[in-house]
């Protein structure tokens, strides 16, 4: 989707909602936003998708009269509301200044030109742009050498409706005005923080973002949801065509049951939140795991696979359908994921293929019986690791790999609890559709 494409459903979607925008969890969440912020007074802050002002005028409270936060937004009606509120603070907020711009494209901006900030924000926004790298590219060069840029990403679970929505829209080439997929936990936000240049100092899990922490849904609401999303709000011109509504409608009520574990589908109200900082030398950092060529090694037990990666590895998937838990002798089978480019196998003489169905193939030592990897046909780029074969020792980044998925929970071993700890849980797999066994 193109940025002017972006920008227009941008305007289609908030502008009726502009009035009533205050009077949502938005408020109170921008309260929690900042506090995570050390603003010092005299600061410059660049506020971007600014909305009706909630975090800007909280910013331009910490700067004081010394300081400026300049706030922009595409939305007129967001802008009306924010020009409202600051003409009744007064002289108050003299040190704010509200300019109508595409954030994709401050560099059009005349106001812009030339101008650095010491620290700029991005609330409830980011999962609306098509590159998230890229854009988040663009804003760092309007920050100050050292200067400090916070933003957050929503949960996978967090507006599930939504979530299914755009699942559909990508199986079927369709458009849709967010992209949040890419959006997977605290390391996905981290990774296209360094992606961009930028040096995380912190991702957080922020809770109760609007306020009900988490919820169930009946496996039977798919089509009220579809109904309320195709066909009552601001995509229903996406669907319009009824040969793509009536396909639409099949893949939505499938990708909603690959949600649901004993007959619910989980929402989870968090987004998460990251703060980053560009080098004080103004330029590009670099992870250190990208500096080294070998970021770990891994092997079996008898030492007949032996491997390295030149990535790093991705969090911990638990897979707990059937074939895993009686090759693992276990309720279910870790694992992590890296690019087919990065993984060498150096030593394989034992490295045995193993094809339970056509679905995917798996390979195991010989010598020792270690499962090694999983990988599939319909994503040939990437391959799966188990993660007990990964010499943690050899670990070259900051953080270690964390589990943040279930898949095949609808197989589950009755025996296994599941830790409150805020994983994706899926009763089948987002990827279920594309596993067809022969």
């Given at each position: 989707m193109s940025s002017k494409r972006q920008a227009a459903d941008a305007i289609r979607f908030y502008d009726s909602k502009s009035w009533d925008y205050d009077a949502t969890w938005h408020s109170d969440f921008t309260k929690r936003f900042i506090s995570y912020l050390d603003i010092q007074s005299g600061q410059h802050i660049l506020d971007l998708a600014c909305g009706t002002g909630l975090l800007t005028f909280r910013e331009a409270d910490s700067v004081g009269a010394e300081g400026q936060v300049v706030g922009v937004d595409v939305t007129p009606g967001m802008l009306a509301v924010a020009a409202h509120k600051q003409k009744q603070g007064g002289e108050k907020y003299s040190n704010v200044t509200f300019l109508k711009g595409d954030i994709l494209h401050l560099d059009e901006m005349e106001e812009l030109r030339g101008r650095t900030f010491d620290v700029i924000t991005v609330a409830s926004a980011l999962v609306l742009f098509p590159d998230t790298i890229a854009a988040i590219e663009h804003w760092a060069e309007f920050l100050k050498p050292a200067g400090v840029i916070a933003m957050d990403a929503t949960h996978p679970r967090n507006l599930v409706p939504g979530m299914v929505?755009?699942?559909?829209?990508?199986?079927?080439?369709?458009?849709?005005?967010?992209?949040?997929?890419?959006?997977?936990?605290?390391?996905?936000?981290?990774?296209?923080l360094e992606s961009a240049g930028l040096e995380v100092e912190q991702v957080v899990t922020v809770g109760n973002q609007a306020g009900y922490g988490r919820r169930f849904y009946e496996m039977e609401q798919w089509d009220d949801f579809f109904v309320e999303n195709v066909i009552v709000k601001d995509v229903a011109r996406t669907f319009a065509n009824n040969d793509i509504?009536?396909?639409?409608?099949?893949?939505y009520k499938e990708e909603w049951e690959k949600l649901a574990i004993d007959g619910k589908v989980e929402e989870v109200d968090s987004?998460?939140?990251?703060?980053?900082?560009?080098?004080?030398?103004?330029?590009?950092?670099?992870?250190?795991?990208?500096?080294?060529?070998i970021v770990y090694k891994g092997g079996c037990r008898c030492g007949g696979v032996q491997y390295t990666?030149?990535?790093?590895?991705?969090?911990?998937?638990?897979?707990?359908?059937?074939?895993?838990?009686?090759?693992?002798?276990?309720?279910?089978?870790?694992?992590?994921?890296?690019?087919?480019?990065?993984?060498?196998?150096?030593?394989?003489t034992t490295r045995t293929s193993l094809n339970l169905s056509s679905?995917?193939?798996?390979?195991?030592?010989?010598?020792?019986?270690?499962?090694?990897?999983?990988?599939?046909?319909?994503d040939p780029e990437k391959i799966s690791l188990t993660m007990a074969t990964v010499d943690l020792e050899s670990l070259t980044t900051d953080k270690?790999?964390?589990?943040t998925k279930h898949i095949f929970l609808k197989e589950k071993a009755n025996w296994i609890v599941l830790a409150e700890d805020g994983s994706e849980q899926w009763g089948t797999s987002e990827f279920a559709h594309l596993l067809v066994q022969k």
């Open positions: 929505l755009e699942r559909v829209a990508r199986r079927l080439d369709l458009p849709i005005p967010y992209n949040r997929s890419w959006s997977r936990s605290e390391a996905t936000l981290k990774q296209a509504r009536r396909e639409a409608q099949g893949v987004v998460f939140l990251g703060v980053a900082r560009k080098p004080a030398d103004g330029s590009r950092f670099v992870p250190k795991s990208v500096k080294n060529d990666s030149s990535a790093p590895p991705s969090d911990i998937t638990l897979c707990h359908c059937r074939a895993c838990q009686q090759i693992s002798g276990s309720g279910f089978l870790p694992f992590i994921h890296v690019p087919q480019s990065s993984l060498s196998f150096t030593h394989s679905a995917a193939e798996r390979t195991f030592c010989s010598s020792c019986g270690t499962p090694v990897s999983m990988s599939y046909p319909f270690w790999p964390k589990v």
